[in-house]
């Protein structure tokens, strides 16, 4: 089965630790991205990556990184950097067919810091 | 600066038809996405428009006018599983995904 996974689906940690939350994809897709959603609000883009070995900030970068050492896994640590870590966390990746241009989501970890 | 705007929340009732609209400036424009998201879930995809006019997949629909900047998406025979968020996405000339902040429809028996 084809799909984007995310792990785990609820997250708590202490303030002041960092924290990794894993994405794996087996679409091939080469674009990924990490976006951010708190309560009644749109979606935050974090990073993105276009192809191995390579990302690129979004709007809100601050306090969290990412690497891209396989096309598969786009893992995003939050780091003790970031004011207000809790959120909802979505992992996404983007991919054309024939007729459409679509970014398919996992299913999310909502992750909260006490 | 960037911005998409959608009504914050909707109430229609069960059987019914519903619009929502969706208003974009943005920097470029390649294409216009509908994902729909239930409460603590991922979004879906619903649908894609780059070219103007209207894609009707079942009891759902998309309009999009890019020299109006505007689309919006039509639900028909409104079921209870149709509440939810529905969020309109731009992909700009950076191919960036930018957001609305989602429009939350209520439907009510």
């Known amino acids: 089965d084809g799909g984007i996974t995310q792990s785990p689906k609820y997250l708590f940690r202490k303030e002041g630790q960092n924290v990794t939350l894993s994405c794996e994809q087996n679409?091939?897709?080469?674009?990924m991205y990490w976006y951010r959603q708190d309560p009644g609000q749109g979606l935050r883009l974090i990073y993105y990556?276009?192809?191995?070995?390579?990302?690129q900030k979004g709007d809100i970068a601050e306090g969290y990184s990412v690497s891209r050492e396989k096309k598969e896994s786009f893992p995003l640590t939050v780091t003790s950097a970031q004011k207000n870590p809790t959120a909802f966390y979505l992992c996404?990746?983007?991919?054309?067919?024939?007729?459409?241009?679509?970014?398919?989501f996992g299913p999310g970890t909502r992750l909260t810091v006490l | 600066g960037q911005n998409i705007d959608q009504p914050t929340e909707m109430t229609a009732t069960e059987g019914a038809i519903v619009q929502i609209n969706c208003t974009y400036q943005?920097?470029?424009?390649?294409?216009l996405f509908w994902y729909q998201q239930h409460a603590g879930e991922a979004p879906t995809f619903l649908s894609y428009?780059?070219l103007d006019g209207l894609e009707e997949k079942g009891r759902f629909s998309s309009f999009l006018s890019r020299s109006k900047g505007y689309s919006y998406l039509l639900l028909k025979e409104l079921q209870m599983k149709d509440s939810a968020s529905y969020l309109c996405?731009?992909?700009?000339?950076?191919?960036?995904?930018?957001w609305g902040a989602g429009t939350k429809l209520i439907i009510k028996p």
């Open positions: 996404a990746s983007h991919g054309v067919t024939s007729v459409s241009d679509t970014q398919y």
């Open positions: 679409l091939n897709h080469d674009a």
């Open positions: 990556s276009q192809i191995v070995n390579d990302f």
């Open positions: 943005t920097s470029g424009f390649n294409g």
């Open positions: 428009n780059v």
């Open positions: 996405a731009v992909i700009d000339s950076n191919y960036q995904l930018i």
